[in-house]
């Protein structure tokens, strides 16, 4: 499992315009991440980090190079395709954690099994086990504002595990989080990707999150070093 490719991009471009600015994000990226690795992506801000992830998250389109997902082009793909794509293929996990305040930790959890229709009792079961996975099981009845940061941070790795996908992409997951609780993240991360076979594409400037990481990929100017 760990020599499949989960996600490639072969020579690919971006390019932004802000008003007559023009901003070349990526010129010419080649990265490939593999069944069950942890990869961290580092470079300083306006780096092409976010845009890599934005890419490889099918919320935005190469200029041109090419993005593939378990082996497939994902150039063909019309935006209903592509939303069916991340929805069943791909988990996400934020620096300010996006659960939604009105639902409870298991309901946090179990909404990406109800939008993608998995019947109810199977939810149940699997929303259970996740948070037995992630150590809340005794808060599955709590909103997120009875949780501290790092356990809304449990809630979103759980959140983005429960569909079993491929990949997870990570945006600075332990930015808001102190040294000792920030180290219990990266070590759920980690067990839980080797535990389900998911692979993590990280963008982070924590040299602790580098540390636990399978590779580190360094930015600068859209170009990786």
């Known amino acids: 499992m760990s020599g499949e490719t989960v996600v490639e991009l072969r020579g690919v471009h971006k390019t932004y315009r ?6 070349r994000a990526l010129q010419g990226v080649d990265l490939a991440v593999r069944r069950g690795e942890v990869v961290a992506l580092t470079g300083p801000s306006g780096s092409g980090k976010s845009t890599i992830l934005n890419l490889c998250g099918l919320i935005d ?8 997902l378990d082996g497939r082009s994902v150039a063909g793909l019309d935006e209903t395709r592509r939303t069916l794509v991340r ?3 791909l988990g996400f996990v934020f620096q300010s954690f ?13 909404y990406p099994l109800f939008i993608a229709g998995v019947p109810a009792a199977e939810r149940r ?19 997120p504002d009875a949780l501290s940061g790092g356990q809304r941070q449990r809630v979103a790795i759980a959140r983005a595990l429960i569909k079993r996908p491929h990949l997870v992409i990570a945006d600075e997951p332990t930015a808001s ?7 219990q993240v990266l070590a759920l991360m980690r067990e839980r990707c080797h535990a389900e076979g998911a692979s993590f594409l990280i963008a982070t400037h924590d040299a602790r999150l580098t540390q636990r990481c399978d590779r580190v990929l360094s ?6 070093q």
Do not use: C, F, W, Y
């Open 98 to 110: 996006n659960l939604v305040p009105v639902m409870t930790v298991a309901e946090n959890v179990d």
């Open 125 to 143: 079961e699997r929303v259970a086990a996740q948070l037995v996975a992630v150590g809340l099981e005794e808060h599955a009845g709590h909103r």
């Open 219 to 224: 930015l600068l100017d859209g170009r990786l």
């Open 61 to 68: 389109t190469a200029d041109s190079g090419e993005i593939l």
């Open 177 to 183: 989080l102190d040294s000792h609780t920030a180290d």
């Open 87 to 89: 929805r069943d293929a």
């Open 18 to 23: 802000l008003g007559q600015h023009v901003v």
